[in-house]
């Protein structure tokens, strides 16, 4: 009578994914097969780690436990090939002793049976060389990207927005430098997200233009712009601001590439998207800043009722003017232009007095040396720039003289610009010292999401009371503008 023959299963798993290394592994164990005259059950592979540090699930793995009750052998090509955790090892080796299913070392030229004690100790072995080899080479990984990271290279390909350089005659890494297409298009995702526009349409912008991905996907998409947004590859380092940053498990170390942003432009970025607050962060995913329709409604940062609740804006009927209500119980509404209007004007007129950076600082005397300082060097730098034109300097001392004062430039925007104050604020500051009249075309020129970030930042309380005084279509605009104006109650902010 004839026996039976043994059915087998093959596996085979490739941590770094080269489909060409399973392929010669299920061949091999396709040879053993035939070889020891067993019935091919059926092939399985995964290409990806078996490690302990491994994050993707090995979902074919999981199949081949499945399995056992069913086969007779499993074929690996070498014991590491099945798993490099030790307790999950260990789980294999037992279910394979309880259904009586054995295991074949294709490189091993050799078939083990974990009933068998010796066999057994064999494997267990294995699996534990497996573990120290795997561990090894983690410590060994992460030494050398602890070492990069120190001496600030990337971990890996070159950001988005940069270009890498090699010696040409040894093929060694030289540096990263600025991309002078992919550059400019992060440069401008920074400037546009701190002016205050959403990641709906900046991302409509990015297609429309039909600016390449990172990746080479047809379509930009609003997770890629908040990933570039939050690299802090692409800001100033604190102690370098002409360095980018190279972060390592948390900690930033000068990079070999330049900064595609300022400090302040990131900070305001990171206030926008909410990146440096989880509760701003939950806040954002439940109201986009997309859906955001009226100056002063739908948040109590920005506007509430006097009994502080939440404004709503109503648009109301066709021929009706739309108004501001309170949410809860309607205790107080005005028509919403006269409201926009006069809080616009107080904005417009407090920014533009001399002391507008005290809403912020008690005492601006700090920043006001630092700002002169600014001026000062910014000064000397562009009569360096002259000389340097006109063939007065040489571009070896114009570069020296450059790079000397571009950290003490750095250090002076920093101290010139009291801490936590909106670049929308900065704006119209810096407009004012243009002419007062400047001031109201830069605040109409903000998108929606800037002026309610400036109005949130500058009063400490604004609040819309009921009215004292009934409006009727007979007033003139300055009349309602002025009975408006009786509902609403604000404090300027103080500094902290």
Not at 200 to 223: E, F, H, Q, Y
Not at 286 to 304: A, D, E, F, H, I
Not at 339 to 363: F, G, P, Q
Not at 449 to 461: C, G, H, L, M, N
Request: glycine residues 6%.
């Amino acid at each position: 009578m004839m026996s039976q023959r043994l059915l087998a299963v093959s596996y085979g798993r490739s941590s770094s994914a080269r489909q060409r290394s399973i392929d010669d592994q299920l061949a091999e164990n396709r040879a053993a097969v035939s070889e020891h005259a067993w019935t091919l059950y059926g092939e399985l592979s995964d290409p990806v780690s078996a490690s302990r540090y491994g994050r993707k699930i090995r979902a074919n793995w999981a199949r081949i436990l499945d399995l056992l009750p069913a086969v007779d052998v499993v074929v690996l090509w070498e014991p590491s090939r099945g798993d490099r955790s030790l307790s999950s090892w260990a789980a294999f080796l037992d279910a394979c002793r309880t259904h009586g299913v054995r295991v074949h070392a294709t490189s091993h030229n050799r078939t083990y049976d974990p009933a068998n004690a010796r066999d057994y100790r064999s494997l267990a072995e294995d699996g534990v060389d497996s573990v120290y080899e795997s561990d090894r080479l983690s410590a060994r990984i992460r030494r050398g990207k602890a070492s990069a990271a120190a001496a600030g290279k990337a971990g890996g390909p070159p950001f988005y927005g940069y270009t890498r350089s090699y010696d040409p005659s040894t093929g060694a890494y030289v540096a990263d430098f600025e991309d002078p297409v992919t550059g400019k298009v992060v440069r401008d995702l920074f400037i546009a997200a701190a002016s205050g526009k959403t990641l709906t349409s900046i991302v409509r912008d990015l297609n429309v233009d039909g600016v390449p991905t990172p990746r080479g996907s047809k379509l930009w998409r609003p997770a890629t712009v908040r990933r570039i947004l939050t690299r802090q590859a692409y800001r100033p380092h604190p102690d370098d601001p002409k360095r980018g940053c190279c972060v390592f498990q948390g900690t930033p170390y000068p990079a070999v590439w330049p900064p595609l942003t300022s400090e302040s432009v990131w900070q305001a970025v990171q206030r926008a998207l909410g990146a440096t607050d989880p509760a701003e962060r939950d806040r954002r995913r439940s109201s986009p800043p997309g859906r955001v329709k009226w100056l002063l409604s739908g948040s109590m940062k920005v506007m509430t009722a006097a009994c502080g609740s939440q404004l709503i804006g109503w648009k109301g009927a066709p021929g009706r003017r739309a108004q501001y209500r309170c949410i809860s119980d309607n205790c107080a509404a005005a028509p919403m232009f006269e409201c926009d209007e006069y809080v616009t004007r107080l904005i417009v007129a407090r920014l533009s007095r001399r002391d507008a950076r005290k809403l912020w600082v008690a005492d601006d005397t700090r920043t006001k040396r630092a700002a002169e300082e600014l001026a000062r060097l910014r000064a000397e730098l562009d009569e360096a720039l002259a000389l340097f034109t006109a063939g007065k300097l040489s571009a070896r001392a114009y570069s020296a003289k450059e790079a000397a004062m571009a950290p003490r430039i750095a250090e002076a925007e920093k101290r010139a610009t009291p801490d936590g104050i909106p670049l929308g604020v900065l704006e119209l500051i810096a407009a004012a010292k243009m002419g007062k009249d400047r001031v109201r075309p830069t605040w109409d020129g903000f998108p929606l999401t800037v002026k309610r970030e400036v109005i949130a930042s500058i009063f400490s309380k604004l609040v819309l009371g009921p009215y004292k005084t009934r409006l009727t279509v007979w007033h003139e605009p300055e009349e309602r503008l002025d009975i408006v104006s009786e509902r609403i109650v604000y404090e300027w902010r103080t500094p902290d």
